[in-house]
């Protein structure tokens, strides 16, 4: 009798590899195709980013009428999440598979999450705004959903972003990681500048029918984009997915990883250092226009020229890290960058200079280009290949927290000085800005002890000789801007 | 891979414990997308309600 059973397990066995979602054979070379497809997850996230901060901001206070704190309220609440990305990371890093995967799970579910609150939001915000019937409607139904759709993209958001890096950098060797970190980087801003020209035309004008397309066009396109990059791109490995050891503890992980030389140092610089870039990115265009008398069109071109800036250091920082810099060098070039570009931005306003603005504006993102390369590079280099993930969840989790505060506190800190000072309408911004200088120092002097302990070469062979660190290709990079969740 | 392997669920080649897996990324999918689905016409019934 014709044995059915076997004859369709050899078919489906011959046919499978090529329909599932997984790379079987992973391959020491991984072409640039590929790596660009695995950075789709990037654009997703850059398209989210600004649909929350910028089209969603300004939609929410001017077309649907919402105050602006309580705009300012739920667009912060994906921050919350922020933290709990040294979680996640440290989640993928030990997820236990019967299929032998461990980043494409999180990242199906920070999909998912991201899909949800995106599908949810139009109808939350025209509730909140009690457009039509939605007058009579209780104001808890309002603000509970529209808080719910707002912390699901977060969630998601900060998920995606986490895991994938992770599984980029799983999937490189570590000479090849600085070309990472910026490829992924510079998708995640390609990503931004596209999806905000996309929504900025199609919202030309508004509808409540147009709002509910364009979000929910945002929910599929983020759906379709991550599951192409996700394809076929994670390894399985049936060892580690049949293991049986159990999952070693957040709590002693973490251990681990700080007790290494440096290692909570390093995050400090982060935090100093992206809290001082970050403090002013608000404030930048308000400052042009009201103190140096900007008109709309020239602020709205001050962020590209921030953007670009970044986008330069960036990429010079990759190829001078491709070359083997010190990666901690380079953050401090780019906090030492900064110190004059901040001065330069308060010293405008005596002037009243718009060119040495707009240059020192430029100077300004180069130097957070620079930085936040070198750190995310000595972040990954300096960690254990199996705690990638953690590793680049602690980065992010300090980045975008420090970032997120360092924004709200930079518009705190200008109201008080505007209100503590009538006469000059320049000091509540260069108040700021000199803030920003002295974190920058702050962070230049925190880096100079990480330094010595971390890349000290005679340090460094012992400790990749004695402890910790198992021989053979270390860890990895991927990249995001630690604004991301500003 | 043997094909005789008792471990392996007839007709995917899976073993039961990836089938299983692979099932629950289903089962999760279809709750969260179901409760997604659920306050979204609640939301939109609120707005804008039909059947009255």
């Given at each position: 009798?014709?044995?059915?059973?076997?004859?369709?397990?050899?078919?489906?066995?011959?046919i499978?590899?090529?329909?599932?979602?997984?790379?079987?054979?992973?391959s020491?070379?991984?072409?640039?195709?590929r790596?660009?497809?695995?950075?789709?997850?990037?654009?997703?996230?850059?398209?989210?980013?600004?649909?929350?901060?910028?089209?969603l901001?300004?939609v929410?206070?001017?077309?649907?009428?919402?105050?602006?704190?309580?705009?300012?309220?739920?667009?912060?609440?994906?921050?919350?999440?922020?933290?709990?990305?040294?979680?996640?990371g440290?989640?993928?890093?030990?997820?236990?598979?019967?299929?032998?995967?461990?980043?494409?799970?999180?990242?199906?579910?920070g999909?998912?999450?991201?899909?949800?609150?995106?599908?949810?939001?139009?109808?939350?915000?025209?509730?909140l705004?009690?457009f039509?019937?939605?007058?009579?409607?209780?104001?808890?139904?309002?603000?509970?959903?529209?808080?719910?759709a707002?912390?699901?993209?977060?969630?998601g958001?900060?998920?995606v972003?986490?895991?994938?890096?992770?599984?980029?950098?799983?999937?490189?060797?570590e000479?090849?990681?600085?070309?990472?970190?910026?490829?992924?980087?510079?998708?995640?801003?390609?990503?931004?500048?596209?999806?905000?020209?996309?929504?900025?035309?199609?919202?030309?004008?508004?509808t409540?029918?147009?709002?509910?397309?364009?979000?929910?066009?945002?929910?599929?396109v983020?759906v379709?984009?991550?599951?192409i990059?996700?394809?076929k791109?994670?390894?399985?490995?049936?060892?580690?997915?049949?293991?049986?050891?159990?999952?070693?503890?957040?709590?002693?992980?973490?251990?681990a990883?700080?007790?290494?030389?440096?290692?909570?140092?390093?995050l400090?610089?982060?935090?100093?250092?992206?809290?001082?870039?970050g403090?002013?990115?608000?404030l930048?265009?308000?400052?042009?226009?009201?103190?140096l008398?900007?008109?709309?069109?020239?602020t709205?071109?001050?962020?590209?020229?921030?953007?670009?800036?970044?986008?330069?250091g960036?990429?010079?920082?990759?190829?001078?890290?491709?070359?083997?810099?010190?990666?901690?060098?380079?953050?401090?070039l780019?906090?030492?960058?900064?110190?004059?570009?901040?001065?330069?931005?308060?010293?405008?306003?005596?002037?009243?200079?718009v060119?040495?603005?707009?240059?020192?504006?430029?100077?300004?993102?180069?130097?957070?280009?620079?930085?936040?390369?070198?750190?995310?590079?000595?972040?990954?280099r300096?960690?254990?290949?199996?705690?990638?993930?953690?590793?680049?969840?602690?980065?992010?989790?300090?980045g975008?927290?420090?970032a997120?505060?360092a924004?709200?506190?930079?518009?705190?800190?200008?109201?008080?000085?505007?209100?503590?000072?009538g006469?000059?309408?320049a000091?509540?911004?260069?108040?700021?800005?000199?803030?920003e200088?002295?974190?920058?120092?702050?962070?230049?002097?925190?880096?100079?002890p990480v330094?010595?302990?971390?890349?000290?070469?005679?340090?460094?062979?012992?400790?990749?000789?004695?402890?910790?660190?198992?021989?053979?290709?270390?860890?990895?990079?991927?990249?995001?801007?630690?604004?991301?969740?500003? | 891979?043997?094909?005789?392997?008792?471990?392996?669920?007839?007709?995917?080649?899976?073993?039961l414990?990836?089938?299983?897996?692979?099932?629950?990324?289903?089962?999760?999918?279809?709750?969260?997308?179901?409760?997604?689905?659920?306050?979204?016409?609640?939301?939109?019934?609120v707005t804008?309600?039909?059947?009255?």
């Amino acid at each position: 009798m014709f044995d059915y059973r076997s004859f369709a397990l050899r078919r489906v066995a011959r046919i499978a590899p090529h329909y599932l979602p997984f790379a079987d054979v992973a391959s020491p070379e991984v072409p640039l195709s590929r790596l660009l497809r695995l950075s789709l997850f990037q654009v997703t996230v850059g398209m989210a980013l600004v649909l929350l901060v910028g089209t969603l901001n300004r939609v929410m206070i001017v077309e649907l009428r919402v105050p602006a704190s309580l705009v300012a309220v739920m667009l912060s609440l994906p921050l919350v999440f922020a933290p709990f990305r040294a979680l996640i990371g440290h989640r993928s890093d030990t997820h236990r598979s019967a299929l032998g995967i461990r980043r494409l799970p999180y990242i199906f579910r920070g999909t998912m999450l991201q899909f949800g609150g995106f599908a949810v939001m139009p109808f939350a915000l025209l509730v909140l705004s009690g457009f039509a019937e939605a007058a009579d409607a209780p104001k808890w139904l309002g603000h509970g959903s529209a808080a719910l759709a707002f912390l699901l993209v977060g969630a998601g958001l900060h998920m995606v972003q986490t895991v994938g890096l992770a599984l980029a950098t799983d999937l490189v060797p570590e000479a090849d990681q600085p070309k990472v970190v910026g490829l992924m980087y510079v998708m995640m801003l390609t990503g931004m500048i596209a999806s905000a020209l996309v929504f900025g035309w199609l919202l030309q004008v508004y509808t409540p029918q147009r709002l509910i397309q364009v979000i929910q066009g945002a929910a599929v396109v983020t759906v379709v984009l991550n599951g192409i990059a996700m394809w076929k791109q994670e390894a399985r490995d049936r060892q580690r997915g049949s293991s049986t050891a159990p999952r070693p503890p957040f709590r002693a992980a973490w251990a681990a990883f700080a007790a290494r030389p440096g290692a909570v140092g390093l995050l400090a610089v982060v935090g100093l250092g992206t809290a001082g870039f970050g403090m002013a990115d608000v404030l930048l265009e308000p400052y042009g226009g009201q103190i140096l008398g900007m008109t709309v069109g020239e602020t709205t071109r001050l962020t590209a020229v921030l953007a670009g800036g970044s986008l330069a250091g960036f990429t010079l920082a990759s190829i001078v890290l491709n070359r083997g810099a010190d990666p901690l060098r380079m953050a401090g070039l780019g906090a030492l960058a900064g110190v004059p570009a901040f001065l330069a931005i308060a010293a405008a306003a005596a002037g009243g200079s718009v060119a040495l603005f707009v240059a020192a504006t430029l100077l300004a993102g180069f130097g957070a280009g620079l930085f936040g390369h070198g750190t995310l590079t000595a972040t990954m280099r300096t960690a254990p290949r199996e705690q990638a993930g953690l590793a680049l969840g602690a980065w992010g989790a300090v980045g975008a927290t420090a970032a997120g505060i360092a924004l709200a506190a930079g518009g705190v800190i200008r109201d008080i000085a505007l209100r503590l000072e009538g006469g000059d309408a320049a000091l509540p911004y260069t108040t700021v800005f000199g803030i920003e200088a002295l974190l920058l120092v702050l962070a230049l002097a925190a880096i100079l002890p990480v330094r010595r302990k971390l890349f000290d070469p005679a340090r460094r062979r012992a400790i990749s000789a004695g402890q910790a660190l198992p021989p053979g290709p270390r860890p990895v990079a991927g990249a995001g801007a630690p604004a991301a969740g500003a | 891979m043997p094909d005789n392997d008792p471990d392996k669920v007839w007709p995917t080649g899976l073993t039961l414990r990836e089938a299983e897996e692979v099932h629950s990324y289903l089962i999760d999918g279809t709750r969260v997308f179901g409760a997604i689905a659920l306050l979204a016409h609640i939301l939109v019934a609120v707005t804008t309600p039909w059947l009255g």
